[in-house]
């Protein structure tokens, strides 16, 4: 999953976090993204991390915020709202 991540170049990628346990998805995140990607153009990464009534048990309760985290204080990436998939935004 890590080099599935770093060689993403479409526009738009989403990966399925379920039935992943809370170390593998810190590890995926934080290797994943520790290092800027060195890309030409912008793009969008989407991380599923639950799922409705059908298929809860698949994703641990915790992992919208061990990505978040992750991402925050491992890797040092700023959530900002009104960022656009533009270059101006990077």
């Not at 999953?1 to 346990?21: F, H, K, M, P, V």
């Not at 793009?43 to 698949?58: E, P």
Request: aromatic share 6%; net charge negative.
């Amino acid at each position: 999953l890590i080099t599935a991540i770093r060689s993403s170049c479409e526009d738009n990628e989403t990966y399925d976090l379920g039935g992943q346990s809370i170390a593998t998805i810190s590890n995926v995140i934080e290797s994943a993204f520790q290092e800027p990607f060195l890309l030409d153009k912008m793009i969008k990464i989407t991380f599923i991390v639950g799922a409705g009534k059908q298929a809860r048990s698949k994703y641990d309760p915790n992992t919208t915020k061990v990505v978040t985290s992750i991402l925050r204080d491992k890797c040092n990436y700023n959530e900002d709202r009104g960022a656009s998939c533009i270059m101006e935004c990077a």
